[in-house]
Structures are given as C-alpha cells and as structure tokens.
C-alpha cells in the first residue's frame, strides 16, 4: 500500500538527512518538535538554527487528514474534498555565501469518496538550488545527480522535470529564476508505462539521492572565506528567496489554506534576510548570478 510505504519512506529519510547534517555541525544539533494538527494528524518539525555551518535548517514531515476548504478543491480541480496527505520537506541555508540554499520536498495525496474508497491519488516533490555565488562546478553536479537518477526511471524524466522546475521557481514580479533549478514534479499518477508503484519507486530513490546531490557542495564551500560584501548580497538574495515562497509557492499557500501549522510552514525562511532599495549587482561575481537567474540554462 504506497500510503503506509511513504510513510515508511519519509520517517527514514528525515532521520537520514538530519543525521549527516549533524555530522558536519561541531556543537549543533536538530531540535525536534511534535506537533498535532486541530482538522486531523499531525507532524515532526525538525530545526536546526545557529550552527556555524547552517544557520538555519528545517527538515520536516506531515501526515494530516480531514476536508479540503472550497478554495482547495477549486485549486486541485476535484470534486471531493476528503483528504490525506503526507510528505516530507526541507530547506537549508548555510551560514558561508559561497554554500548555496536548498529545497527538496517529496509528498504524498489521496481523496476520498463518501464510503473512504480512494477515488484519486497522486506524488509529488522535487528538489532545487539556489546559489549566491555561482560555482558552475556545484550546479553541475547536483543537475547531473538529478538526470541521472530520473533516467533511470523514465528517459523523458530529467528534461520535462527541469523544464517544469524553471518555470515553477520563477519570480514573476521579478522576471528571474529563484535559484538555478533542478527538477519539480506534481500530480504524478500512474501511466501506461510507469505504474503508481513505479512512480514511488522514482521519488523515494530520488529522495534518498538528496545527500549525494548536495552534501559535497555544503562540505566543499562551508568553511571557504567570504567578504562582508558577499555576505552582504546572500542577505539580499536570501529576500529574493523569501517573496517567492509567500507569493508563489504551492506549498506555502496549501498550508496556509488547509489551517496548517505556520511555524512548519514558515520555517523555510532564513533567518537573517535584506532588502536594499534598488539593489543591483556592483561586481562581476554578482552580475553573473544576476544573469544566469534570468534566462536559465541546460546544466548537463
């Protein structure tokens, strides 16, 4: 049953990934938090803030169940309004600029007819980059890890999964990418050729490819010397960051309209953040972050 099966899978995925992140934290460590849900279910908030390598890092997962609200089943696009759904969903921002931010969410849904049969279902997640200083090297490792997990799954994976992952993490009232990509998939349901179970079998190994993609670009960069003017732009992209996860982003807003809990919700935001008027680059390493942000490109 892929209900009991995802949840299976990410209890032991945020056990895995907080684990290894410890490991590179001298003092620091996760701080867990149990929490219940008033419309049904619940979650396990994990936090991590001030460490000398992260300065801010949550690693959570839900498994909540009840009604949707009239908005939501408008925004789905479905009939019935009897939910489950579970998931799991991080975001870490490292203290050193040349470390980029990341986001990675895997999620699970089902609806319910009137008798509890399950009348639809589907997965989703993704994961992506968001850099502040641009390290071709690092952006190309993480997409390779990308392609090469999706092509093991489905040939058409990585390329329709990057495209769909560009246009999603678009600032549009800015015109410019919110990082440089990586993959992002939604309502993934069973095809001809790829079974629902097929589909589980591609998000859990691309969940479980989440510390190969990214923990040897936090390892290489978390201890290289950086300039207060480099930290100084992270703090101002790190805005960019914010206004797109309370303006565009799905998740953000699902919780918001399921009555989720907002400090679950909120803690994708960094801790420290700015906004100067009419910030525009002042140097070449900033311009070329500028501009790759605002025509996205082919990685591998």
Not at 29 to 39: M, V
Not at 80 to 109: K, M, Q, W
Not at 130 to 146: A, G, L, N, Q
Request: hydrophobic share 35%; net charge negative.
């Amino acid at each position: 049953m892929i209900k009991s099966e995802f949840l299976t899978f990410i209890y032991s995925l945020q056990d895995k990934i907080t684990e290894a992140l410890e490991g590179l934290e001298p003092s620091k460590k996760f701080q867990e938090d149990l929490w219940d849900r008033p419309g049904g279910g619940g979650g396990k908030t994990r936090i991590l803030s001030d460490g000398q390598v992260i300065e801010k890092g949550g690693v959570n997962t839900s498994a909540v169940h009840g009604k949707l609200s009239p908005a939501m089943t408008k925004q789905l696009g479905v009939e019935e309004d009897d939910f489950f759904a579970c998931g799991i969903s991080l975001v870490l921002h490292p203290v050193n600029p040349h470390a980029p931010t990341v986001h990675a969410n895997f999620r699970y849904f089902e609806l319910y007819d009137e008798d509890k049969n399950i009348v639809n279902q589907w997965l989703g997640g993704g994961i992506d980059l968001t850099p502040y200083i641009i390290y071709e090297s690092d952006i190309k490792h993480f997409h390779r890890v990308c392609k090469t997990t999706c092509d093991l799954h489905h040939k058409d994976y990585y390329p329709k999964f990057k495209e769909a992952c560009d246009q999603y993490f678009w600032n549009h009232h800015r015109e410019e990418a919110r990082g440089v990509g990586g993959i992002f998939f939604d309502y993934l349901k069973p095809t001809e050729s790829m079974s629902l179970q097929d589909q589980f079998d591609f998000v859990k190994q691309m969940g479980n490819q989440f510390l190969t993609a990214y923990l040897p670009i936090l390892t290489h960069r978390k201890d290289q010397t950086y300039t207060p003017e480099q930290r100084e732009w992270q703090l101002i992209r790190r805005g960019r960051y914010v206004e797109f996860n309370l303006i565009h982003d799905k998740g953000t807003l699902f919780g918001l309209k399921t009555k989720g809990r907002i400090e679950s919700i909120f803690m994708s935001l960094p801790p420290l953040v700015k906004w100067a008027y009419q910030a525009i680059p002042n140097n070449k390493e900033q311009q070329q972050l500028v501009d790759i942000l605002i025509q996205p490109r082919a990685w591998v």
